[in-house]
T-cell receptor, first 114, second 112 residues
Framework: DVKVTQSSRYLVKRTGEKVFLECVQD?????MFWYRQDPGLGLRLIYFSYDVKMKEKGDIPEGYSVSREKKERFSLILESASTNQTSMYLC?????????????FGDGTRLSIL | RKEVEQDPGPFNVPEGATVAFNCTYS??????FFWYRQDCRKEPKLLMS???SGNEDGRFTAQLNRASQYISLLIRDSKLSDSATYLCVVTGPWNQGGKLIFGQGTELSVKP
């Protein structure tokens, strides 16, 4: 089974802090993704990565950055956290073998910015 | 127009009912299609992929109509445990990096 692990299930931070959300997958997947999910807005793509050292902006990248130094790890960084970044953050990965395969999600991180 | 649109919910059905969810997508070059299930406060989990010829997995049947850009999910003999939000997911074309595009989800509540 694919395992996508997010570093924290719940996290509370203060406005202005630099926040790191970590995601690790154990299946050697090329693609990794970060989403946020808010009531009424569904899943929105923040950033994604095709492979190591590669990154692409998603639909809502403002206020975020990412890092993919190793294939198994994809980090999401909130440079200066703000209250409107309080959300559920979901990491996902997929392989590109045999065309586009479904994504597998981590458990999610519920982030509260106070 | 949203790229992926689903039936608005919620659907409230009794146990044993058959329920159908519909989904349309706007980009005819979309590559792959999936249904995910998401329980309250949990991550989305893959329910099934959707193939051009249609496919079935137990009580669940998925259909794809590329000409109409339409996907469906049929749940037969619904159980209390089927209560969840069902997400229609479409993979965009190669020239858009094959991003997954999620519908807003349709909430299903199965009552005793």
């Amino acid at each position: 089974d694919v395992k996508v692990t997010q570093s924290s299930r719940y996290l509370v931070k203060r406005t202005g802090e630099k926040v790191f959300l970590e995601c690790v997958q154990d299946m050697d997947h090329e693609n990794m993704f970060w989403y946020r999910q808010d009531p009424g807005l569904g899943l929105r793509l923040i950033y994604f990565s095709y492979d190591v050292k590669m990154k692409e902006k998603g639909d809502i990248p403002e206020g975020y950055s990412v890092s993919r130094e190793k294939k198994e790890r994809f980090s999401l960084i909130l440079e200066s956290a703000s209250t409107n970044q309080t959300s559920m953050y979901l990491c996902a990965s997929r392989t590109l073998d045999r065309g586009y395969q479904p994504q597998h999600f981590g458990d999610g991180t519920r982030l509260s910015i106070l | 127009r949203k790229e992926v649109e689903q039936d608005p919910g919620p659907f409230n059905v009794p146990e044993g009912a058959t329920v159908a969810f519909n989904c349309t997508y706007s980009n005819s070059a979309s590559q792959s299609f999936f249904w995910y299930r998401q329980d309250c406060r949990k991550e989305p989990k893959l329910l099934m992929s959707v193939y051009s010829s249609g496919n079935e997995d137990g009580r669940f049947t998925a259909q794809l109509n590329r000409a109409s850009q339409y996907i469906s999910l049929l749940i037969r003999d619904s159980k209390l445990s089927d209560s969840a939000t069902y997400l229609c997911v479409v993979t965009g074309p190669w020239n858009q990096g094959g991003k997954l595009i999620f519908g807003q989800g349709t909430e299903l509540s199965v009552k005793p």
